[in-house]
Every structure is written in C-alpha cells, then in structure tokens.
C-alpha cells in the first residue's frame, strides 16, 4: 500500500475511471448530505417532514453531479454528462425499490429504528420537539441516539410511502464505499486492475455491512462508511484532487451523525493520515485535509448530529448520554444483557481476541463463546449469521480468523521482500487496529466492523509485490476472505426473504379474513404499519396477560402476539376504564 507506485500520467484510462468513480462516490453522498440539510433547515423553520425534501435533494444532486463530471479530467461530454445522470436517476431508486421488496425482521431495525423514522415522517421536528407525536415504548433510543440515518429514511419514507423502501440507504452507501475504493486502488500503478476491483469489493462488503444491508441497522452504514473515509484518506496519500475532500467531509458528518461510534473511529483515521502527510511533507494535503475534517466534524455533531449530541449535552451534561458522563447507565445494561458469560472479567483486548478465534454464535448470556479451529466451518456457524444482523461472537464470520493468521503471515514476510511497503501497511493496519482497541466492547463485530480492514490491506499490498510467493499468498487471502463473504451473505439473504416471505403470506392471510385481531406488539409497535398497510382491523393492548385468548399467534419475525376476534365483538374493558 505505498505511495510509491503514483508514477504515470493523469490521462491514462485507470487514472479516468478512479476520476469517475470519486465523483460518482461523492454524488451519492452529496445526496443524503443534502437531504439530511434540507430536513435540518426545514426542522429550523419549524416545519416537518414532507414528500418534497427527497426530490429537491435529487435535483440538487444531479447538478452538482453534472458540474462535477464537466470538470473532471478529461472533462466529461454532454453526451457522458447526461447519460450519467440519468443512470445515478435511475440507480437510486432502483437500490431504494430492491430494499422495499423485504420486510425488516431485525430486532432493533424494525424496533425502534423504523419506530424513529415512522415518528419523523409523522411530524416530529429534532430540533424543536421535546417528545414524539405518538407514544412510543422506545422513548430512550429516540430521544437519546444518534439519528442521522433516519433523516434521509425519513425522508424516502415520505416520498414513496413505503417504509422498507427507506432501509435501501445501506445499499447506496455500500455502492458508495465500491466506487470510493475503487477511486482510491486504481491510482496505485503497482496494484494490477484485477486486484483493485477484488479489493473494493471485498472492502464493500465488509461483513457488518452485508449482514444488515435489508434491515434498519445502521452498523452497516457506519462501516461502508468508514471504508470511504479510509479509501479518501488513502487517495490524498496518492493523488488528491479537490473532490476527495467533499467526499471526505461529507462522510466524516454522516458517519458522525450516525453513531456515537463513528467519532472517535474517524477521529483516529483522520489522525493516522495526518501523521502520514507531516511525515510526508504534504503540507498543502495536510491543510485541506485538516479543514475537510473540520468541516465534516462540525457539520456532523452541531448541525445533522445536533440532536442528539447537543440536546445531550444541554440536558444530560454529556454529548454521548446514556453511554457515558453524568448519569450514565446504559453500558452497564449493554454488559449485563448481551456479554457472554466466559468474557466477564476479561479486558477488552482478550474479549477482542477470543471473539475472533471463536465460532460465529449469538451467545446471549448466560451462554459463552467457544473457540476453533482456523479455517472450520458448520453449519451452525452460517445459520446463526444469517438468522441475526448482529452475532456476538465472532461476527465478522465463520473464516475471518484464519484470514487473519493468513494476513499476518504476508504482512511479516512481506518486509523481507519490499520493507517500505510493507512497513507503511503495518502502520495503517496499527491505526485501524488502535481504532478497534480504542471500543471497549470491539469483540462485538457490529461495533467494531473496521476490524475487516485489516486483512484486506494485506490482500492489497502483496497484489501489489513483485514477489510471486507473496502474490500466491496475497490470492489465498482473497480467495477466503470472498468464500467468508459469500458464506454470510447467502445466508442472509435467504433468511431475511423466507422470514419476509412467510411474513407476507401471514399478512395476506389475515387481511382475506372477518376477524379483528387483538395485538400486544411488545417492543414491535412498527408492525401496526404493516397491519394497517394491509387493512387488517386491529385493537392494541398494553400488556400480554390482557389478550383475550389462551393461546396467542405470533406474527412472523417479531416477539408480537395477537388473537382473534369477531369484527362485531365489544371489546373488553381494561382494568380501570369505565364500563
């Protein structure tokens, strides 16, 4: 991964299509940038959420896209501009329309993910609202979270009306994360074409991001983009061109506003990259680079992030509440109820290491982790990855930790062949790695998913060698990391489709019949969306001994149960209510 292979000419064709590739990276992320404004300038105005602010976004977009490809290098046709527009017209929708063919099963995305966008789209203003404008069983989440994510779902969700529709922003920042990989590889004249195309996907396709792509998680928007502040931060070591820091800066406020998570992380990558150009002496990257992060910070935590980190901070005394500051309660409740039981007592750096040498389980206490062997697969393994989006242990799947006995092994033979290279990836991969130790709970891959960096940058220097040993190693590595991809996201997908499959059949067999169904939804109240969206009559109760039946269906992929009752059925009073 050294600079040391920018040699050729601007006007060669790699040098043209990475061109291309940032300013299409940038496009999509000036999309949701410019969304998100709109929503935050209308919250300001006193306004709400309405079906205008995802087509005004748009239009925005497409110019800005137009002018950045006229003033690319070589400078974009008419002909190459419009075409391209009306591709990226076409590209967005059809991301958001695929996503809206599943239903969100997920434990928080259809609990009070999609709860926090339902409640923008039905007028809660961020800024100015103190509650939501319906009650909800989710008031810490949505009144304490970060919530950047939900302004653009919001804002899909207002415009098509169709709520899952709004979870296919992972798919745009996945593609996103593609493009912006591939702007930051091809550069790189030592890298053959091949291997720079292999590492952006894999990049990608991190698993976090693949093992949440059709759910409202936002794990996975956070790693797709942390691989484009990565792959930007590595394009200005190579070859910096004015759109990168757009695209850095508005990643660093998207990734900030989307988790509490994302500061410290980004903080960490902008300072090793920092370090990277003084040592360097680039002192024109440096500056620009200094300011891009400053902007996107700024734009991140004070403007899309104002709630909820400066509410928090006014009312809570700390921006991160309930994590942590006065008051703070909520990481002793994350330990209590999803720490396995053998990790207790252990430091984070043993908890780390032990989840990656481990079966892929969801080990809820008091369950406990189980190490293997590298490189062994079960199906267990693979089932549990696709049945939840977030795996405790060893999330990052069942072949991520021969992986990294793999990418350890080229990253030390490596400086015995090509000591520069290889000593410049083991320091990005220190700074990578003192992102991930820096969490306190990095064991579990969702909150930790930069982790899956690692092994690619190995992958990409020993591409890169002109050592052939190296080169056989650097393909085995490709080779496993892919199968491990492949592995998780089969198994996703066909889970999430027969879950949203059986789920739809449940719907339209409830909807064909005379009945009123009696609902206590739980944590689920989201599902009062699909019932209504389908016709289906229904009457909520607050708690599951008031049901009126003794033995409640379960509505599929949810902890809701319901029964059945006559349409012209008096409902029974609840205690405390008038006859």
């Given at each position: 991964?050294?600079?040391g292979?920018e040699?050729?000419?601007a ?5 043209v299509v990475?061109?291309r590739?940032?300013v ?6 000036i ?5 998100d404004l709109?929503?935050i300038?209308t919250f ?5 959420v309405s079906?205008w602010?995802?087509?005004v976004?748009?239009a925005?977009?497409l110019?800005v896209?137009?002018?950045?490809l ?6 974009g046709?008419r ?8 591709v990226?017209?076409l590209?967005v ?8 063919q599943?239903y969100?099963t ?5 609990s ?7 409640q923008?789209?039905r007028?809660?203003?961020?800024l ?6 319906e ?5 810490m989440?949505l009144?304490?979270w ?9 804002a899909?969700?207002?415009?098509f009306?169709?709520?899952?529709m709004a979870?296919g922003l992972?798919?745009?920042?996945i ?5 912006a990989?591939?702007a930051?590889l ?6 053959p074409a ?10 990608a396709?991190?698993?976090v991001s693949v093992?949440q792509?059709l759910?409202?998680?936002v ?5 797709s983009?942390?691989v484009?502040m ?27 506003g989307s988790?509490?998570t994302?500061?410290p992380?980004?903080?960490?990558f ?7 150009l003084?040592?360097?002496?680039r ?5 620009s680079?200094?300011?891009?992060t400053?902007?996107g ?5 004070l ?14 005394g ?6 942590a500051g006065?008051?703070?309660?909520y990481?002793s409740?994350?330990?209590d109820?999803?720490?396995?039981a ?8 043993e908890?780390?290491a032990?989840s990656?040498?481990s079966?892929?389980?969801?080990a809820i ?8 062997m590298p490189?062994?697969v ?5 089932a549990t990855l696709g049945?939840?989006c977030d795996t ?7 072949l ?5 006995l ?7 033979g490596?400086?015995g062949?090509c ?11 220190a700074?990578?790695l003192?992102?991930v130790v ?12 930069q982790l899956w ?6 992958f990409i220097?020993?591409?890169?060698s002109?050592h052939?040993?190296l080169r056989l190693g650097?393909?085995?590595?490709a080779?496993?990391?892919a199968l491990n ?5 089969a198994a996703?997908?066909?889970k999430s489709?027969?879950?949203s499959?059986t789920?739809?059949r ?5 909807s064909?019949t005379?009945?009123?169904l009696v ?5 689920f109240r ?6 209504a969206?389908h ?5 909520e109760?607050p708690r599951?001994?008031?049901?009126p ?8 992929g ?5 029964c059945?009752?006559?349409?012209g ?10 006859e």
């Amino acid at each position: 991964m050294s600079p040391g292979g920018e040699s050729s000419s601007a006007g060669t064709r790699r040098d043209v299509v990475a061109g291309r590739a940032l300013v299409w990276a940038t496009a999509l992320l000036i999309l949701i940038a410019v969304v998100d404004l709109l929503l935050i300038l209308t919250f300001a105005a006193g306004g709400r959420v309405s079906a205008w602010h995802l087509p005004v976004g748009a239009a925005c977009t497409l110019a800005v896209f137009g002018f950045l490809l006229s003033q690319s290098r070589p400078a974009g046709s008419r002909r190459e501009i419009i075409l391209s527009m009306l591709v990226l017209l076409l590209l967005v929708p059809a991301l958001l329309a695929i996503s809206g063919q599943v239903y969100d099963t997920s434990w928080d995305g259809q609990s009070y993910h999609q709860e926090g966008v339902i409640q923008l789209a039905r007028g809660w203003n961020l800024l100015l609202d103190t509650r939501t404008p319906e009650q909800t069983n989710h008031e810490m989440e949505l009144r304490f979270w970060a919530k950047g994510p939900w302004l653009f779902e919001a804002a899909v969700y207002s415009t098509f009306d169709r709520i899952e529709m709004a979870k296919g922003l992972n798919l745009l920042l996945i593609v996103a994360s593609f493009l912006a990989t591939i702007a930051a590889l091809l550069p790189l004249r030592t890298l053959p074409a091949w291997a720079a195309v292999t590492g952006a996907g894999i990049l990608a396709l991190n698993p976090v991001s693949v093992n949440q792509c059709l759910s409202f998680y936002v794990d996975g928007q956070l790693s797709s983009l942390l691989v484009i502040m990565a792959s930007l931060l590595f394009r200005i070591h190579l070859q910096a061109a004015p759109p990168v820091y757009t695209a850095l800066g508005l990643a660093l406020a998207l990734g900030v506003g989307s988790k509490f998570t994302g500061i410290p992380i980004a903080g960490i990558f902008v300072s090793g990259a920092c370090v990277g150009l003084v040592i360097l002496r680039r002192r024109n990257e440096l500056r620009s680079t200094i300011l891009a992060t400053l902007g996107g910070f700024i734009a991140g935590v004070l403007i899309l992030g104002y709630n909820p980190y400066v509410t928090n901070t006014l009312r809570q005394g700390n921006p991160f509440h309930p994590m942590a500051g006065p008051g703070a309660f909520y990481h002793s409740i994350l330990l209590d109820d999803q720490l396995p039981a053998d990790f207790v007592g252990r430091n984070r750096v043993e908890k780390l290491a032990r989840s990656v040498f481990s079966r892929s389980v969801n080990a809820i206490p008091p369950a406990t982790s189980a190490l293997k062997m590298p490189f062994s697969v079960d199906r267990a393994e693979v089932a549990t990855l696709g049945e939840f989006c977030d795996t405790r242990v060893s999330g990052w799947g069942p072949l991520f930790s021969g992986a990294c006995l793999v990418a350890v092994a080229i990253l030390i033979g490596a400086l015995g062949v090509c000591r520069r290279a290889a000593g410049m990836s083991l320091l990005v991969a220190a700074v990578v790695l003192a992102s991930v130790v820096i969490l306190s709970e990095a064991w579990w891959a969702r909150l930790s998913p930069q982790l899956w960096l690692i092994p690619t940058i190995a992958f990409i220097l020993s591409a890169g060698s002109s050592h052939r040993p190296l080169r056989l190693g650097g393909s085995i590595l490709a080779l496993i990391l892919a199968l491990n991809i492949g592995l998780i996201g089969a198994a996703y997908v066909r889970k999430s489709h027969q879950r949203s499959a059986t789920l739809s059949r449940q719907l339209l067999e409830l909807s064909r019949t005379d009945t009123r169904l009696v609902v206590f939804f739980n944590w689920f109240r989201t599902n009062r969306l699909r019932l209504a969206d389908h016709g289906i009559v229904f009457r909520e109760v607050p708690r599951p001994d008031l049901l009126p039946c003794a033995a409640p269906e379960s509505l599929t992929g949810s902890l809701a149960q319901f029964c059945r009752e006559p349409v012209g059925t008096r409902p029974q009073s609840l205690p405390g209510e008038a006859e």
